[in-house]
């Protein structure tokens, strides 16, 4: 069995990261800037009955520096819907959030598969805990989200979990 998971989420919240650690090895770049990953990014984890099949998906492509981008991306969410995956795992940023994220958001909107919330970089979120917990809060509200998983893509945590969760969808 195959499935296919997309990861998605604004630059700089750790895809890259949680996709290295998940894969165990370098198959993407994860930089401090945003945008090193321009091209859509395949990672293979392959187990003894099944691969999961990880996409980096161009159609969430945020590019920060040109606002007509920002156009582009948001006349082309509709057709997100469409994307053939089993699941999204929409990642964030627990220490920050930001109105990308939004957008990132507005796109999964009506996609059918089940969509995981990975809030990430919770190694690092201490006091900025209370920053954060109301977005997360509309966010559970507006959205029937399959899960909502704390992670850290750094130090490791829940990273197995969410890998066991994504390796289930067929
Ligand atoms: P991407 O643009 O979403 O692919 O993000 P990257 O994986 O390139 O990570 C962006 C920055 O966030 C890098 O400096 C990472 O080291 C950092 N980062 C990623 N995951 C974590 C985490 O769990 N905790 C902390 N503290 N930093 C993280
Ligand atoms: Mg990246």
């Not at 401090?32 to 099949?53: A, F």
Request: include cysteine.
């Amino acid at each position: 069995y195959s499935g296919f998971v997309a990861i998605v989420g604004r630059p700089n919240v750790g895809k890259s990261t949680l996709l290295n650690r998940i894969l165990g090895q370098k198959v993407s770049i994860t930089s401090r800037k945003p945008q090193t990953t321009r091209h859509r990014i395949l990672g293979i984890d392959t187990e003894e009955n099944r691969q999961t099949v990880y996409v980096d998906t161009p159609g969430l492509h945020i590019d920060e520096k040109r606002a007509i981008n920002r156009l582009m991306n948001r006349a082309a969410s509709s057709s997100l819907k469409d994307i053939d995956v089993d699941a999204v795992v929409f990642v964030v940023d627990g220490t920050r959030w930001t109105e990308d994220d939004d957008m990132v958001l507005n796109k999964l909107r009506d996609i059918k598969c089940p969509i995981y919330l990975a809030v990430n970089k919770t190694d690092a979120i201490k006091d900025k805990a209370e920053e954060l917990m109301p977005h997360l809060q509309v966010l559970a509200e507006k959205f029937n989200f399959a899960e909502i998983i704390p992670i850290s893509a750094t130090k490791g945590t829940n990273v197995e979990m969410l890998r066991g969760i994504c390796s289930k969808q067929l």
